[in-house]
């Protein structure tokens, strides 16, 4: 089974255009399930965030793999295929496992090294357990570039490297201390923008979410307070910073609702605040477009360096624990198939020699064991060590050939299992 990645990002695409594919809620559990049932993928997983649409597939085929994925991007954005193709990457085998341990760094990230992809890459792992597709390959496959992620953050220092989305955006705002705040949504992305206010000195924060109790945890850890959702066009009037990432899908926060300066920061795709307020006097508005043009957090310093050495080393290894593995068959089904003539001729013996003492007999079964082991044993592990290059699973190809094995047999399936 191959890995396939199917995607767009703020590299590939226009904001205008990502915010039209990205889907959250229950349309990305839709679109999770609508690829994971096509007669073409095995398994799926999927990334969405305000800086990709990404999907991961195991398959056995791969273009049609990449026509099936592309329709269903397509489909359920309302996006036609020939608008959407120029703007999306495709990566197969090694260059997707690559792709993914990139991405879950921060590397891909608008901002580098932004570390909040890798909870959200967490979040997408266990929506598709709780949905049940992903399996053996995908599953262990994101376990493992999650651990990379988390030895990039812990590791390196990227964490210091590369600012947040938020703290990128504020960087726009000027002085913070002092000023009033309104933060829509209490999510992950507003969490992060409420801390990052209350340590830059904003001491009036605000927290208005659908559902108050969690605005109030919020505004509690802060120090800020929370408000009914039905409040905001209130507290918009005394806001000077307002951030917003809800994820709602529509304008939350339209022209005729701002009428004072204001510094609106909207981290939201689709976007939570209609680009129209540019034009009242007094208000900047800063979204994912103004924060990439900006090229905040762009620079590539010896902490993402660091980094792309830990993708290039861990990329490494598991490439070579998967060639280790997919010879693995081949080798137990050598051995059960000895293993079988062995039991043959050894019955064929005692059939002969029905006489023959016992403690001979077991001397006779233990000699026959070691030669076959003896023989087999230069045979598997150069076969072992040979599978771990690149091309290494020719070796095996040529040892299959030669003693007509067949690794999926009952035996060999069992013994790997086991």
Known sequence: MSVLAIGLSHRTAPVALLERVSVSGEALTKLLHDVQQDPCVAEAFVVSTCNRVEVYVAVDRFHPAVTAVTGLLSLHSGVPVDELTPHLYVHYEEQAVEHLFSMVCGLESMVVGEGQILGQARQAL????????????????????????????????????????????????????????????????????????????????????????????????????????????????????????????????TADMVSRETFL?????????????????????????????????????????????????ELASYLEAERAAKVTPTVVALRSKAAG??????????????????????????????????????????VKRLATSPGGDHYAE????????????PEAVREVEL
């Open 398 to 409: 040529a040892l299959r050939e030669l003693f007509d094995l067949d690794p999926k047999m």
């Open 265 to 313: 920061l909207d981290l939201a795709l689709p976007h939570d605040i209609d680009p129209s307020v540019r034009a009242v006097p007094g208000v900047t508005l800063v979204d994912l477009e103004t924060i990439r043009e900006s090229g905040i957090g762009s620079r590539e310093g010896d902490a993402v360096k660091s980094v792309r050495r830990l993708v290039a080393q």
């Open 126 to 253: 266990r929506l598709a357990q709780k949905h049940g597709t992903v399996g053996a390959t995908l599953n262990e496959l994101v376990q493992q570039a999650l651990r990379v992620g988390k030895r990039a953050h812990t590791d390196t220092g990227i964490d210091q490297a590369g600012a947040s989305l938020v703290s990128a955006g504020l960087a726009l705002a000027g002085e913070l201390a002092g000023r009033r705040a309104l933060v829509i949504g209490a999510g992950s992305m507003s969490s992060l923008a409420a801390v990052t206010l209350a340590r830059a000195g904003v001491t009036d924060i605000v927290i208005a979410n659908r559902t108050y109790e969690r605005g109030a945890r919020l505004a509690e850890s802060v120090g800020g307070r929370a408000v009914e959702f039905a409040a905001v066009p209130r507290e918009l009037a005394a806001a000077d910073i307002v951030i917003t990432c809800t994820g709602a899908g529509r304008h939350l926060v």
């Open 341 to 382: 003539v062995v039991e043959s001729e050894l019955g064929r013996l005692l059939m002969r020699v029905p006489d023959l003492d016992g403690k001979l007999r077991d001397e006779v079964t233990l000699t026959v064991q070691r030669v076959v082991d003896k023989l087999l044993h230069e045979p598997t592990v150069r």
